[in-house]
């Protein structure tokens, strides 16, 4: 595919113009009419609803003693709202820190491996790598503790028109910014879709009136010309923004023929940003996403959550159950009246218990998913600076995966990149390597997209091997929804309840999690009510 230059000048003219702000409130409705959406037709539309329960409380006091195993977002989520209810809650959480998978690395975190490797970071002031979560959908139940908690949030730019695609196995020697993949791809699709139309191919799907409706959205979503032909334009973006006087800007030229646009493959990233899941507006606590864990354990009280304490055994005694753990050198049996468990569900099933063996193979059953992150970290924003790229996210055909840019700090004088977020056998592949071995790697890849200065500015930097993370030993979980397994764990155990983002429809998001914790405090809540 034919190199296009990524760092062209900018103009106010082209920000209003990338922007879509150029034709005014007429072209948008321009744009409304050809898809047969008037303005009058849209108060047709079904009444908006807000999509999930937001606030949560619990009615009534409870009166009993819960321990908590596991002080990830499930753990603390169940804490607080117990608390909330008057329970006496203790966490009982193996690593150093609350959070679990919700794991935010600055200067100065530490962390041994499973394979006896530790890493420390040396990332600079204000920098910072959210190396498990990053991103949150408007309607997820996370902003919702956010709110509550007092933790502030700006955008997480999640797709960017600037930001860059390469695929290496269709033969690019350079990446394309998503502006211009985009405009081909919208554009050919759409003269196909416009001449098979009009020479009568849908004849029998379409009306002349849909026929005529649909020539006209095309024209306007392709960018098509009069002849119903793809020829590119401002739409693919400028080798040089127009400037003052006369400059008109240089225009990055004609797009490359239709057959070369498909093979080479940029179309199959653009449905990412439709998922209902991944689609802008996204947001991120401001400081890193582990705000929101230390938000919960404040609210919910230090003193009520003990880390390192690694659950060895949990035994249900009929009237209560008992919990034995190891902190440090010592071995202690905590005692309550009930217990949550939201340890990993492969973690779980190792633990000794008496809950029967069934339980033990429910939670054997989930698969488990390997991701990997890493932070590289540069003395200066070179992305901004020379790539005109502010936040989003490249996105490859290397097992790199992905390159995510920083939507905080804008502008500032250091930064870090995500120069891997992979997942699956190209996790593995890294997870596989020492520290040194995995950057080396993820540098020789990444300077096929940004060249040399992406190995020769870098700082420092920080990987994540999901898989290799200590009372983890993986990234998220695939459940069995119709199995009697996951059935199973949705019903407490004796005195034993699981929570947890994998026994929700929400996997390898927070809300999940939270949702889940909810579930089960509400249950647990009736229960002491009615006992
Ligand atoms: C790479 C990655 C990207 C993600 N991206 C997003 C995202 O963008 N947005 C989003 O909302 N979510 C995202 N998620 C998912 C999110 O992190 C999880 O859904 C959520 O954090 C799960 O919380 P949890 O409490 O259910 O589980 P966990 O966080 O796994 O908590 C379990 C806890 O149990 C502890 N534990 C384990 N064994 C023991 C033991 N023996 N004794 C005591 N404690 C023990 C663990 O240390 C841990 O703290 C991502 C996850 C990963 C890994
Ligand atoms: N792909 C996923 O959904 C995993 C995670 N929730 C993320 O957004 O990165």
Same mark, same amino acid.
């Given at each position: 595919?034919?190199?296009?230059?990524?760092?062209?000048?900018?103009?106010?003219?082209?920000?209003?113009?990338?922007?879509?702000?150029?034709?005014?409130?007429?072209?948008?409705?321009?744009?409304?009419? $050809? !898809?047969?959406?008037?303005?009058? =037709?849209?108060?047709? +539309? /079904?009444?908006?609803?807000?999509?999930?329960? %937001? &606030?949560?409380?619990?009615?009534?006091?409870?009166?009993?003693?819960?321990?908590?195993?596991?002080?990830?977002?499930?753990?603390?989520?169940?804490?607080?709202?117990?608390?909330?209810?008057?329970?006496?809650?203790?966490?009982?959480?193996?690593?150093?820190?609350?959070?679990?998978?919700?794991?935010?690395?600055?200067?100065?975190?530490?962390?041994?491996?499973?394979?006896?490797?530790?890493?420390?970071?040396?990332?600079?002031?204000?920098?910072?790598?959210?190396?498990?979560?990053?991103?949150?959908?408007?309607?997820?139940?996370?902003?919702?503790?956010?709110?509550?908690?007092?933790?502030?949030?700006?955008?997480?730019?999640?797709?960017?028109?600037? $930001? !860059?695609?390469?695929?290496?196995? =269709?033969?690019?020697? +350079? /990446?394309?910014?998503?502006?211009?993949?985009? %405009? &081909?791809?919208?554009?050919?699709?759409?003269?196909?879709?416009?001449?098979?139309?009009?020479?009568?191919?849908?004849?029998?799907?379409?009306?002349?009136?849909?026929?005529?409706?649909?020539?006209?959205?095309?024209?306007?979503?392709?960018?098509?010309?009069?002849?119903?032909?793809?020829?590119?334009?401002?739409?693919?973006?400028?080798?040089?923004?127009?400037?003052?006087?006369?400059?008109?800007?240089?225009?990055?030229?004609?797009?490359?023929?239709?057959?070369?646009?498909?093979?080479?493959?940029?179309?199959?990233?653009?449905?990412?940003?439709?998922?209902?899941?991944?689609?802008?507006?996204?947001?991120?606590?401001?400081?890193?996403?582990?705000?929101?864990?230390?938000?919960?354990?404040? =609210?919910?009280?230090?003193?009520?959550?003990?880390?390192?304490?690694?659950?060895? &055994?949990?035994?249900?005694?009929?009237?209560?159950?008992?919990?034995?753990?190891?902190?440090?050198?010592?071995?202690?049996?905590?005692?309550?009246?009930?217990?949550?468990?939201?340890?990993?569900?492969?973690?779980?099933?190792?633990?000794?218990?008496?809950?029967?063996?069934?339980?033990?193979?429910?939670?054997?059953?989930?698969?488990?998913?390997?991701?990997?992150?890493?932070?590289?970290?540069?003395?200066?924003?070179?992305?901004?600076?020379?790539?005109?790229?502010?936040?989003?996210?490249?996105?490859?055909?290397?097992?790199?995966?992905?390159?995510?840019?920083?939507?905080?700090?804008?502008?500032?004088?250091?930064?870090?990149?995500?120069?891997?977020?992979?997942?699956?056998?190209?996790?593995?592949?890294?997870?596989?390597?020492?520290?040194?071995?995995?950057?080396?790697?993820?540098?020789?890849?990444?300077?096929?997209?940004?060249?040399?200065?992406?190995?020769?500015?870098?700082?420092?930097?920080?990987?994540?091997?999901?898989?290799?993370?200590?009372?983890?030993?993986?990234?998220?979980?695939?459940?069995?929804?119709?199995?009697?397994?996951?059935?199973?764990?949705?019903?407490?155990?004796?005195?034993?309840?699981?929570?947890?983002?994998?026994?929700?429809?929400?996997?390898?998001?927070?809300?999940?999690?939270?949702?889940?914790?909810?579930?089960?405090?509400?249950?647990?809540?009736?229960?002491?009510?009615?006992?």
């Amino acid at each position: 595919m034919t190199q296009q230059p990524i760092s062209p000048a900018v103009s106010r003219r082209g920000f209003l113009r990338a922007v879509g702000l150029s034709g005014g409130a007429g072209a948008m409705f321009a744009t409304m009419g $050809a !898809l047969g959406l008037a303005p009058t =037709a849209a108060a047709a +539309a /079904p009444a908006y609803r807000a999509p999930t329960p %937001a &606030d949560f409380h619990l009615t009534g006091r409870g009166r009993a003693s819960v321990v908590i195993l596991g002080g990830g977002i499930a753990g603390l989520a169940t804490a607080y709202e117990l608390g909330k209810a008057g329970y006496d809650c203790t966490v009982l959480e193996a690593r150093d820190i609350v959070g679990g998978r919700n794991f935010t690395v600055r200067g100065g975190t530490t962390q041994t491996d499973l394979d006896g490797n530790t890493q420390k970071s040396r990332f600079g002031e204000g920098v910072y790598l959210n190396a498990g979560p990053g991103r949150l959908a408007q309607w997820m139940v996370t902003l919702d503790y956010c709110r509550e908690l007092g933790v502030p949030i700006e955008v997480f730019t999640n797709a960017n028109a600037d $930001a !860059l695609i390469f695929n290496e196995s =269709a033969g690019m020697t +350079a /990446p394309v910014r998503y502006r211009a993949a985009k %405009a &081909d791809v919208f554009g050919y699709v759409s003269e196909l879709l416009a001449k098979a139309t009009n020479q009568g191919a849908l004849d029998a799907a379409l009306t002349a009136a849909d026929k005529d409706r649909l020539t006209t959205f095309l024209r306007s979503f392709g960018s098509l010309g009069s002849t119903l032909g793809y020829t590119g334009g401002s739409r693919r973006g400028f080798a040089s923004y127009p400037g003052a006087g006369t400059d008109e800007g240089t225009p990055l030229g004609a797009p490359p023929a239709l057959s070369d646009v498909f093979a080479s493959n940029v179309g199959r990233y653009f449905s990412f940003e439709l998922g209902y899941d991944q689609a802008m507006l996204m947001f991120q606590p401001v400081g890193g996403m582990d705000q929101i864990p230390k938000a919960l354990a404040k =609210a919910v009280g230090h003193h009520r959550i003990k880390v390192g304490a690694e659950v060895t &055994d949990v035994t249900d005694t009929g009237s209560g159950v008992a919990v034995t753990y190891r902190q440090g050198k010592a071995t202690r049996v905590l005692r309550a009246d009930y217990c949550v468990a939201t340890l990993p569900p492969h973690l779980m099933a190792r633990i000794p218990h008496n809950l029967g063996t069934p339980v033990t193979a429910a939670l054997s059953e989930f698969g488990v998913t390997a991701a990997g992150k890493i932070g590289l970290e540069y003395q200066r924003r070179w992305w901004e600076e020379d790539d005109r790229i502010y936040g989003g996210i490249t996105e490859t055909d290397l097992d790199l995966q992905h390159i995510w840019y920083p939507s905080y700090g804008f502008h500032g004088r250091r930064g870090l990149v995500v120069g891997y977020y992979n997942t699956g056998a190209a996790a593995r592949t890294y997870s596989a390597l020492p520290h040194a071995e995995r950057e080396a790697r993820a540098l020789a890849q990444g300077v096929k997209i940004h060249g040399e200065k992406y190995r020769s500015e870098l700082v420092s930097s920080w990987s994540q091997a999901w898989d290799r993370t200590r009372y983890l030993e993986g990234a998220w979980t695939s459940p069995r929804y119709t199995s009697p397994g996951y059935q199973l764990l949705l019903q407490p155990a004796g005195r034993v309840y699981f929570a947890g983002d994998w026994l929700s429809h929400e996997v390898a998001w927070q809300h999940g999690a939270f949702v889940s914790a909810r579930s089960v405090v509400t249950a647990l809540h009736q229960r002491v009510l009615t006992a």
